[in-house]
Nanobody
Framework: QVQLVESGGGLVQAGGSLRLSCAAS????????MGWYRQAPGKQRELVAT???????NYADSVEGRFSISRDNAKNTVYLQMNSLKPEDTAVYYC???????????????WGQGTQVTVSS
């Protein structure tokens, strides 16, 4: 079994900062790309940022320059530093990981349970 456990969400005023963390645990052979997605009420889930095992990053245009994704491969953990937060960043943020459980199994995507981020104006 694999679990992705997120933490760090909460309520913050516009212009403030939050840092999200997501740790993958369980039977894990190798973790490839990790990322963050978000879903606001009434909207589809959208990509926020991704990072490869080698550290290459990709950001949604809406967060470029304000958010920063990083990871600790030794801990199978991905972080999302969110600065200059805006009310439109309010959403449930989900962690995603592309990983392989054993040498003999294929790669699969896993999702965390989500953490609420609310930005007040």
């Amino acid at each position: 079994q694999v679990q992705l456990v997120e933490s760090g969400g909460g309520l913050v005023q516009a212009g403030g900062s939050l840092r999200l963390s997501c740790a993958a645990s369980g039977s894990i052979f190798s973790v490839y790309a990790m990322g963050w997605y978000r879903q606001a009420p009434g909207k589809q889930r959208e990509l926020v940022a991704t990072i490869t095992s080698g550290g290459s990053t990709n950001y949604a245009d809406s967060v470029e320059g304000r958010f920063s994704i990083s990871r600790d491969n030794a801990k199978n953990t991905v972080y999302l530093q969110m600065n200059s937060l805006k009310p439109e960043d309010t959403a449930v943020y989900y962690c995603n990981a592309d990983l392989q459980q054993t040498y003999y199994t294929g790669r699969h995507e896993y999702w965390g349970q989500g953490t609420q981020v609310t930005v007040s104006s």
